[in-house]
């Protein structure tokens, strides 16, 4: 039996879309060993019984990133123990008799192939965001995009126009966070030395810049979207992801709101329990229109025939999740890809409404209920309503048999079992 490790960034959207591979992966026949850290290991609810784990260090085994006075520092302590405990576990696999055949490992992990190759291992990058924000990213690493940016519009190959707000905010000088620069800039640093290169999008989504990448990487291949009740033509409610919450007291909730009625007449918000008291006293009392929860399982309310339209920060598998099940967004983002992403959602898949900051770079209530109004109500929300059916069934048209994804995921596999 072919054999691959997993081995996803110890963060919540990094891991769903490589957990949803590694449970198609099993489909066909492959044995999975899920690779985390420890510390975000000790986290996770929803272990998936039918995957072997495995743990990593990240050089802070308690509690992680929360432990490290910074980013930097976490990441310098992650690089120098994170390439050793990795090589110790393909050395406790292949000790076991269970030798590795494939390494698949998180794009932020470019030292995973170097291990790998010592081993002698197949190497295959799984890049976790789109091919527009890879691409500027990419272009930062080969020199072709200087930094800091200058500009006010940036031009680069097969993609949009890109204003200097469109940017991932790691290219703000104000960003808090622009020492991860570095690390979304390395992913590609030596991505061409990998066997494969997988991207969770599909080939529908963004065409132009796809071909333009396989002329570089010709193994490269989109196998998105990484929604495994998609692939298997199941609901979202069959679905289980790895997380570290649990809930599903939202669900019959929205069992007795009316068709496409949530937001809009009805509301649904997640608010983290730390943020909680941020809110007004009794808020969710007087509404008497919404629930307010700390989590809940997204790919089940997004299935949900009570859901009209979502707002959303705009990650990447947030923004492939709404997509894939045909609801309508607003586009409120925060920070890294995010920005380029509703950039996307409005202007160029128009599948949402991008919502407008004021001076403070805060979204005021008016902002967001004209936003709301505009999907729920207008002729354009009609009009993004019939692009998100498009776009519902291209997705589910490339994870079918024959598919772009599809195809691509079975010239993957076949290829790890004539190895």
């Not at 390439?83 to 696999?93: G, Q, R, S």
């Not at 010592?118 to 295959?124: D, E, K, L, N, Y």
């Not at 009609?382 to 024959?402: R, T």
Request: net charge negative; aromatic share 10%.
């Amino acid at each position: 039996m072919v054999h691959c490790v997993v081995l996803t960034f110890p963060a919540q959207g990094h891991i769903n879309p490589m957990h949803q591979f590694s449970k198609l992966l099993q489909q066909k026949g492959v044995k999975v060993t899920l690779v985390t850290t420890l510390s975000y290991c000790k986290k996770l609810q929803n272990l998936p019984a039918s995957i072997a784990l495995e743990t990593i260090s990240d050089g802070f085994d308690n509690d992680g990133i929360n432990e490290a006075d910074n980013y930097k520092a976490y990441l310098e302590r992650f690089w120098q123990v994170g390439p050793k405990t990795f090589a110790e576990v393909l050395e406790k696999l292949g000790g076991s008799g269970d030798p590795v055949d494939c390494v698949i490992y998180n794009s932020f992990f470019p030292w995973a192939l170097e291990v790998a190759k010592r081993f002698g291992i197949v190497g295959a990058v799984f890049l976790t965001q789109n091919m527009c924000v890879n691409s500027i990213y990419y272009h930062v690493n080969q020199g072709n995009l200087c930094l800091p940016l200058t500009e006010n519009e940036i031009s680069l190959p097969l993609l949009p126009k890109l204003q200097l707000e469109d940017m991932p905010t790691f290219f703000l000088p104000t960003d808090e966070h622009s020492v991860l620069l570095d690390l979304v800039v390395g992913q590609f640093s030596n991505i061409d030395k990998a066997d494969w290169i997988l991207c969770n999008s599909f080939y529908e989504m963004e065409k132009e810049v796809t071909d333009w990448t396989k002329k570089s990487w010709p193994k490269f291949r989109t196998i998105g979207p990484c929604i495994t009740s998609m692939i298997l033509n199941k609901r979202g409610d069959e679905d289980q992801d790895v997380t570290q919450f649990k809930s599903e007291e939202c669900m019959k909730w929205l069992d007795d709101k009316p068709k496409e009625s949530v937001v809009g007449s009805y509301f649904l918000w997640i608010v983290r329990a730390s943020e909680q008291s941020k809110l007004p006293k009794d808020f969710e009392k007087k509404s008497e229109k919404g629930l307010v929860i700390e989590w809940c399982s997204q790919l089940k309310v997004l299935a949900h025939e009570a859901i009209g339209c979502f707002v959303t920060h705009c990650g990447w598998n947030s923004t492939l999740e709404a997509l894939s099940f045909g609801v309508p967004t607003v586009a409120m983002p925060y920070w890294s890809d995010q920005s380029t992403n509703a950039k996307l959602i409005e202007d160029v898949w128009k599948m949402g409404i991008r919502v407008t900051f004021d001076e403070k770079k805060i979204v005021r209530g008016e902002a967001l209920k004209y936003c709301i109004m505009e999907i729920m109500k207008s002729d354009r929300g009609k009009e993004i309503k019939n692009n998100m059916k498009q776009w519902k069934a291209l997705a589910a048209q490339a994870v079918s048999e024959e598919g772009s994804s599809h195809e691509n995921i079975e010239e993957f596999v076949n290829s790890l079992f004539s190895l």
